[in-house]
């Protein structure tokens, strides 16, 4: 009798999470992924349902590595997340949003860095910010070493979710996303509680989208709720002056009127183009070198 094969885990399991996908947006993102210079991943489309189709715009696209997660019923980011990381198959799990472009080499220069630093349990990279068009507009920048990643949680997400790469198994131990609206700054905050090990790469591997009319100023208002109460829950012991002051400002924006808190969170979210403090050597890229306040899930 010929012997049985058995099918290996892939490398990767890519997690991306779907609402209503834009028509051109959303198979740009699925795209960068098929052209990734790494074939050994599978790419989970976990889809809440909506009007729009994410297997409608997919009809054309016959690649086995894609597998679709069609959810009943309507719920939140942090119940679909939690759906992908279960479902999926490979030791190694990156996240991906359904409007941001990866650049080719993303997975490779990840796999790479990981396999340089086995220390390493979450790793993210720096993100250019493109707008509705795909244009460059900015670039956001992060801490590279897990000390400087660690101090800056006190002030700021410091590592951006769609551009992580992560090791499952640290993940699940930890309990997995849990139901914050800025899950991710909750989930790095618990993990580094937890020593996990921390790190971003140093090249900006993810085009991330900022659409202005997108971004909803109620939502921008929950993000800071969401983010005073996780600093408040694990960074109030370690606050340094400065930290108090940032969570004075955050509070004061909490007041503010609507449509000046949307400008005024756009405004920190990105600088144009690629800053001095983006440019400095490693060892300086510390707490300072990003304004974010967290919302890039």
Not at 40 to 53: G, K, T
Not at 284 to 291: G, H, I, M
Request: glycine share 4%; aromatic share 8%; net charge neutral.
């Amino acid at each position: 009798m010929p012997a049985s094969t058995v099918s290996q885990p892939p490398l990767v399991s890519i997690v991306m999470p779907v609402y209503d996908p834009h028509p051109v947006h959303f198979r740009e993102a699925v795209d960068s992924i098929l052209r990734q210079t790494i074939p050994d991943w599978e790419l989970l489309i976990v889809e809440d349902p909506s009007p729009r189709s994410a297997a409608g715009l997919l009809a054309d696209v016959h690649d086995p590595r894609i597998r679709h997660l069609q959810r009943r019923d309507r719920d939140t980011l942090v119940v679909s997340l939690n759906w992908g990381l279960a479902e999926s198959l490979a030791p190694l799990v990156a996240r991906a949003d359904a409007d941001d472009i990866c650049q080719p080499d993303r997975l490779e220069k990840q796999l790479a860095y990981l396999q340089a630093h086995p220390e390493v349990d979450v790793l993210g990279s720096q993100l250019a910010i493109i707008d509705d068009e795909g244009k460059p507009r900015g670039y956001r920048g992060y801490p590279l070493r897990h000390e400087a990643i660690a101090r800056g949680m006190a002030i700021f997400n410091a590592v951006a979710h769609p551009s992580v790469l992560f090791k499952k198994q640290c993940v699940l131990a930890a309990g997995g996303y849990r139901s914050f609206f800025s899950e991710d700054y909750e989930l790095w905050s618990r993990l580094l509680h937890r020593r996990a090990h921390f790190a971003n790469h140093p090249e900006a591997l993810v085009h991330y989208r900022v659409v202005p009319q997108g971004v909803r100023s109620a939502n921008v208002r929950n993000t800071l709720r969401s983010t005073l109460e996780i600093k408040e829950l694990y960074w109030q012991d370690q606050m340094s002056l400065r930290c108090r002051l940032r969570m004075w400002a955050e509070r004061v924006m909490l007041w503010l009127p609507p449509r000046l808190v949307l400008h005024l969170f756009l405004k920190t979210q990105h600088r144009s183009g690629l800053s001095a403090r983006a440019r400095r050597p490693e060892h300086e890229l510390t707490t300072d070198v990003s304004p974010d306040i967290g919302i890039t899930s």
